[in-house]
């Protein structure tokens, strides 16, 4: 076989497909299929542990998969001890030893990869060919072209878009049920001493095995525990948890999708983010097995409609945003808004139930559901005015589903709103009433709720009012901030001022590194 005729096709730790477009003419006989664990990889964030012990499992495992189907996979271990620790070092190890006549690649879901690629041509002299990446149903493309000549870039009409190419949940060219959302259904709290089913997990299998070894070894400085791991890292397993989902969860998905409970991180969410992003799941695939569950009676609109907006619409939308906005997006800062992270959204170490919650659930699965990324640990520090870099960072090392195409649309432009509105009509700022009504958080709380102001108040309800007051010349012409900003006009100047100076000292507080943000260090610091 002459040389000139093998393509090196890279297949990176989150391309995990079959079907994938740099693999369909895979040759068996000629071609090479790459794929390395890398520490630049490994290491350019504090990942969770879990999340590397899942993509480094999958990766093995798929690269197990390729073989048993006769193609000729090249796979660098971590340990290996002439691992370059780079993508472009292995790849140009590859070339010294395969002398492939070209590259071929599938468009990596991150900016900072994409810009590396695509210097690969001239470092290496051969030709590189980055294929788009179909298993997303929108290209980059598709979307530019809806964006194109938009004042507002709203998800909720790219959805629409997206319901009448793909046809799903549709019906003689109109959605089914006659409304494309049926979010007013889905914003239910649950009623109290509601236990949700069991949720499948998977034992580590041998491969899982050695690399929970690998990852105790070398990372066990990372954050995260790695007992609870039971993600799934097969294309078998992650169809038996989709399977499972739809069985169990999904019927309940739409009520209880806003709802947090202190004992339970999963409730009725699907728990198939860490797979589909990695490429054991499509997304078209699982939007149909729901679709499916609805026209067969087991599971109503409402909860099926919900869902696949996430898939078609959300996760669609967030990857066409970032692509389109790339790399201004991550620079905006329209709240301009420095504070350093605070150190508990590490160690769980704070007296306010909800987030001590939310950061137990992330540190014991790297997952925590929606609303308590957003409602819980993005409100904190959008009202917080934490900088957006840092939480941006934070997101992205501790979920198992994290790469910077997902992440940071969702923590920018959702969570934060550092693009200034781009993503969001408004910021997803609330006070702890919200939190009270959708949780059983406040319950068990060493600040009180019902309280708006003083060393026992929940600090959610005077930041709240001090992020409106703080941030007005920013947000005050927004229309769907009429009616906080006409209530926090109303109310006396010595209660503005008493809301700000709560705000500060709770504030300066937790920027000492005194993480004294109990009621009672609180108490001290202010009397
Ligand atoms: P479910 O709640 O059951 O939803 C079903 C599916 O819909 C998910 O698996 C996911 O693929 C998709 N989906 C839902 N909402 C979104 C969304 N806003 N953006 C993209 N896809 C969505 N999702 C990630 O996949 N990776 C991230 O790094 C990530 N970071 C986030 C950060 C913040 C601040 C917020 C508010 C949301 C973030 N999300 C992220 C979106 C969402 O929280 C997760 O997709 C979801 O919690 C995953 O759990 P699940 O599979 O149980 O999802
Ligand atoms: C997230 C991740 C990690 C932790 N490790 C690897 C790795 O060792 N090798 C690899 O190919 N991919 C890894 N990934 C996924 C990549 O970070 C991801 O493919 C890029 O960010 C492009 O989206």
Redesign the pocket.
């Known amino acids: 076989m002459s040389k000139s005729h093998r393509a090196l096709r890279l297949v990176l730790g989150d391309q995990l497909t079959r079907g994938l477009a740099s693999l369909r003419d895979c040759d068996r006989v000629n071609d090479i299929i790459l794929l390395c664990e890398v520490s630049d990889e490994t290491s350019y964030v504090r990942h969770h542990q879990q999340k590397l012990v899942m993509i480094l499992s999958a990766m093995r495992h798929f690269a197990d998969e390729l073989r048993a189907h006769g193609f000729h996979v090249v796979y660098v271990s971590l340990d290996d001890p002439d691992n370059s620790g780079s993508f472009m070092g292995e790849v140009k190890r590859a070339i010294d030893t395969f002398s492939p006549h070209q590259i071929v690649v599938t468009e990596p879901g991150e900016y900072r990869v994409r810009q590396m690629m695509e210097e690969w041509q001239s470092a290496f002299n051969i030709p590189v060919e980055i294929r788009n990446d179909d298993r997303f149903l929108s290209s980059r493309y598709d979307f530019a072209a809806w964006a194109e000549g938009r004042k507002e870039l709203r998800m909720e009409f790219f959805y629409r878009e997206m319901r009448k190419k793909t046809g799903l949940l549709m019906e003689q060219g109109k959605p089914i049920g006659g409304q494309w959302n049926f979010d007013i259904e889905n914003r239910k709290a649950l009623p109290k001493g509601h236990r949700p089913p069991g949720r499948l997990r998977f034992s580590p299998d041998a491969v899982t095995q050695e690399v929970v070894a690998l990852v105790t070894r070398r990372f066990s400085h990372h954050p995260g525990s790695i007992e609870s791991f039971g993600w799934p890292v097969t294309r078998r397993d992650a169809l038996i948890a989709l399977d499972h989902f739809i069985a169990d969860a999904l019927p309940s998905?739409g009520e209880a999708?806003d709802a947090m409970l202190n004992d339970e991180a999963f409730l009725y969410?699907?728990?198939?983010?860490p797979a589909?992003?990695c490429g054991l799941l499509l997304p078209h695939e699982v939007c149909v097995a729901a679709e499916r569950a609805y026209h067969e009676g087991h599971a109503p609109l409402n909860a099926v409609e919900g869902?696949i907006r996430?898939?078609i619409g959300?996760?669609e939308y967030?990857r066409g945003l970032y692509w389109l906005l790339m790399p201004d997006y991550a620079r905006s800062n329209a709240l301009d808004a420095h504070r350093p992270l605070t150190e508990f959204y590490w160690s769980g170490d704070t007296q306010m139930a909800c987030l001590a919650a939310s950061v137990r659930h992330t540190m014991e699965h790297a997952?925590a559901?929606?609303i308590e990324?957003?409602m819980v640990?993005?409100n904190f520090a959008l009202l917080a005015g934490i900088a957006p870099e840092d939480l941006e960072a934070w997101?992205?090392a501790v979920?198992a589903?994290?790469?910077e195409w997902?992440?940071l649309p969702?923590?920018h432009g959702?969570?934060l709103y550092a693009d200034g509105g781009v993503m969001a009509s408004k910021p997803y700022a609330a006070s702890g009433a919200y939190i009270d009504r959708m949780s059983d958080f406040c319950s068990s709380c060493a600040f009180d709720v019902k309280l708006k102001l003083g060393p026992k108040a929940c600090p959610f309800n005077y930041l709240y009012w001090d992020f409106l007051d703080r941030n007005g010349p920013v947000l005050r012409g927004n229309p769907r901030l009429g009616m906080p900003y006409r209530t926090l006009d109303k109310m006396p100047p010595e209660r503005r001022q008493e809301i700000s100076k709560d705000a500060a000292r709770f504030l300066s507080s937790l920027a000492d590194g005194s993480v004294t943000d109990s009621p009672l260090s609180f108490q001290k610091e202010m009397w």
């Open positions: 998905f999708q969410h699907a728990l198939l983010s589909l992003n869902f996430q898939i959300w996760r967030v997952y559901h929606h990324r957003l640990l993005g997101f992205l979920y589903d994290a790469y997902v992440e969702n923590v959702m969570a």
